[in-house]
């Protein structure tokens, strides 16, 4: 059966068809699209109003566009729970189950055309009724749902196109960012001076962010500090501010949590502050940025908060790095005053030790620092007669040198009076309280040797009681004296001892940084393991008997730091 020939009708509704398709989807500007497709729609029923209203991502529908109605309609949202799926008719359609149709009844809509997109509703057509009052027949109902279904992919085409549009500006926003990220943090870089990388970082907020309000806080220490700041009105008190350095990511002023006593959020929120960033370096606020509304009055959104964090992160990282730079600096600049201390303080020794006939002297020092607090001398007072000297200064490094270049001094301008040894001594004390203050002190042991006679005549001030051993092996203490030096002024005068020596005795003169030496263990070496070397080489010479008892204390320290200064000083009998 041959099936029948189209009809002029049918030829010219598909015509009609393609040109409709053809026409829309040529135009990307939905308001051209959705103007031509109500028109064309109009004509098709013959009607004299009508409206469009597409859903939004958040399921609401908007009434995007009239046609022969008020403009003021064109934003109403309407709650729409399911959009029709086929051609409805307002006066048919029950109000209980469909409050939204009140809308259409209201505005004398009555005919409603669903927009359907693969399936899936996205709008809905509204007319109203039709000039020569004739209902719709089904050819025409196929025909304007063919023609609702063509506008629909071209609003689909177009919104797909402007989200593709937006995802491109944004793309474009973040290639930009991260150019001017790259190129501030060469900036950044380049700088060692905080001073100067705050005004930098305040530049960038203004001229890349746009804000003309803000307060940069930075944290020195404990203590948070004010760096930056424009605001009208006064700054803020650092105690009120110190509960944003808990803010882990950047926010709103009015979404912030108070944990503290005080609520920032007023003084704030006066001053026309809108967000706190967090300033973060290793996972630690190092301070943070206080930020007014933007010279363009657009909202902060998600993006500025990402490239403010990304700023805020390349700031506080040059903050740091310069920060370290200078103490770094500031160290090296110690070091190198440390080293000439040494040099100075090791001048202030004896460089060369006194050649007497039939006396063998030998001594030495390892500071435990740069510089140290122990002293030894060697002066001679004439021919005949040598003074020996060896202190040891509370606490180590450089207030100890000082103190015992003052001893030095001291003893160097006492000697050539020729007073008793117990006389001064007491003066030295009595020089010496002044400077201390109390809170520092010194052990100290001297003696004068008759080269001839070989009698030392010696006053102990509180030090370790030095070893006299004798050629035969017995071994004596020498102790008499009286009080540390540097406590208090003499009131008790200080005692003399006397010591003969013959050929193959030895005097054996050492701080406590020899008896206290430490191992890892924290065992010390001990005046008892001292004792047994210096029985054992008895034979050596004085340096040689020094270097036994050094490396002995080297052994016994099994690597551990020095924790004291070490000083030594023999004199053997020949």
Not at 405 to 415: D, E, P, S
Not at 472 to 499: C, H, Q, S
Request: include cysteine.
């Amino acid at each position: 059966m041959r099936r029948p020939a189209p009809s002029y009708e049918s030829h010219f509704e598909h015509s009609a068809l393609l040109e409709f398709s053809t026409l829309i989807n040529a135009s990307l500007d939905l308001r051209f699209i959705l103007g031509h497709i109500l028109l064309t729609l109009m004509g098709k029923l013959l009607s004299a109003r009508a409206l469009v209203l597409l859903a939004d991502p958040d399921g609401k529908h908007r009434v995007e566009m009239t046609k022969g109605m008020p403009h003021e309609l064109e934003g109403t949202v309407l709650d729409i729970p399911a959009l029709p799926e086929t051609i409805q008719h307002a006066d048919r359609v029950h109000a209980g189950r469909a409050r939204w149709i009140k809308f259409f009844r209201e505005n004398d809509l009555q005919i409603l055309i669903p927009l359907t997109s693969s399936n899936r509703p996205i709008g809905l057509l509204g007319f109203g009724k039709r000039l020569n009052k004739k209902p719709l027949r089904k050819r025409e109902e196929a025909y304007l749902l063919s023609l609702a279904s063509i506008a629909a992919a071209a609003i689909e085409k177009c919104h797909r196109i402007e989200e593709l549009g937006l995802v491109n500006r944004k793309l474009d926003r973040k290639i930009q960012e991260l150019n001017t990220l790259f190129e501030l943090g060469k900036e950044f870089g380049l700088i060692l001076d905080p001073d100067k990388l705050v005004r930098l970082l305040v530049l960038s907020l203004m001229g890349q962010v746009g804000v003309n309000r803000y307060l940069i806080c930075l944290k020195d220490g404990a203590e948070l500090r004010i760096a930056a700041s424009r605001l009208e009105g006064p700054t803020p008190q650092p105690e009120l501010l110190a509960g944003l350095t808990k803010i882990k990511s950047g926010m709103r002023i009015e979404d912030i949590v108070v944990t503290g006593a005080s609520d920032p959020r007023p003084v704030l929120g006066a001053l026309d502050l809108k967000v706190v960033i967090p300033m973060a370096l290793q996972g630690q606020t190092k301070g943070f940025l206080l930020l007014g509304d933007k010279l363009s009055r657009d909202p902060f959104g998600q993006a500025d908060f990402e490239f403010l964090s990304a700023l805020s992160s390349l700031a506080i990282t040059s903050l740091e790095n310069a920060r370290l730079f200078q103490e770094a600096i500031e160290k090296q600049r110690l070091e190198d005053e440390l080293v000439i201390a040494r040099e100075i303080q090791k001048g202030l020794l004896p460089s060369v030790l006194p050649a007497v006939p039939g006396i063998e002297i030998g001594a030495a020092n390892f500071s435990s620092k740069q510089v140290g607090g122990d002293y030894y001398d060697v002066i001679p007072l004439d021919d005949h007669r040598l003074i020996l000297a060896i202190g040891d200064v509370s606490g180590k490094g450089t207030p100890a040198s000082l103190l015992m270049a003052n001893i030095q001094a001291t003893i160097r301008a006492l000697v050539p009076l020729n007073l008793p040894l117990s006389e001064l001594t007491a003066r030295v004390n009595d020089l010496m309280c002044p400077n201390t203050g109390g809170s520092r002190f010194v052990t100290f042991f001297w003696g004068c040797l008759e080269c001839r006679s070989r009698r030392l005549t010696y006053v102990n001030a509180g030090h370790n009681p030095p070893y006299v051993v004798r050629a035969g092996g017995a071994v004596e203490r020498l102790d008499k004296g009286g009080m540390i030096l540097g406590v208090m002024e003499t009131f008790v005068p200080y005692e003399e001892g006397t010591v003969d020596f013959s050929t193959g005795d030895l005097l054996v003169l050492f701080t406590d940084g020899v008896s206290e030496a430490m191992n890892p263990q924290s065992q010390e070496y001990g005046e008892e393991r001292l004792e047994t070397v210096i029985r054992k080489a008895g034979g050596w010479g004085a340096q040689g008997l020094i270097d036994i008892i050094h490396q002995d204390i080297i052994a016994h320290a099994a690597g551990a730091p020095q924790s004291d200064d070490i000083t030594m000083m023999v004199v053997r009998m020949v």
